[in-house]
């Protein structure tokens, strides 16, 4: 068994809804490194901009601590997770309140050479 090196980036409390942001990023699983950054790049969502931030810092992460050719490595995993929410309330008609919840995702990507 070959162990393959990985290469982790995460970034934690971004305000964005895990739901709105977990399609992306299921888009994202398996393709090469450069395929995955046009994807973001090129994508009008709010999620593109966390994916593609917390993308890069994976990429700077392998070619600066781990001395790999960004080139060469496939998105392996790119999970949102669910992160703490702020419970609020919006005041509505005859003096009651309605809740709102601001969520938060926690977004961890991880890339590793592919298979030989």
């Known amino acids: ?3 393959t090196m990985e290469i982790v980036a995460t970034s934690r409390y971004v305000r964005l809804s895990p ?6 990023a299921r888009e994202l699983k398996g393709r090469p490194v450069p395929v995955a950054l046009a994807m973001v790049r090129f994508s009008e969502r709010k999620a593109a901009f ?10 700077a992460n392998a070619e600066n ?5 960004a080139e060469r490595l496939v998105v392996k995993e790119a999970v949102v997770e ?3 929410r702020l ?3 919006m005041a ?3 003096g009651a309140a309605h809740p709102i919840q601001h969520r938060y995702s926690h977004i961890r990507i991880v890339l590793a050479e592919p298979p030989a």
Do not use: F, I, Q, Y
């Open 19 to 24: 739901r709105k942001a977990r399609d992306l």
């Open 82 to 84: 669910e992160g703490p």
């Open 50 to 59: 966390w994916l593609g931030k917390t993308l890069r810092s994976a990429v």
């Open 87 to 89: 419970k609020r309330w």
């Open 1 to 3: 068994m070959e162990h």
């Open 92 to 94: 509505v008609a005859r």
């Open 65 to 69: 601590n781990h001395k790999l050719d």
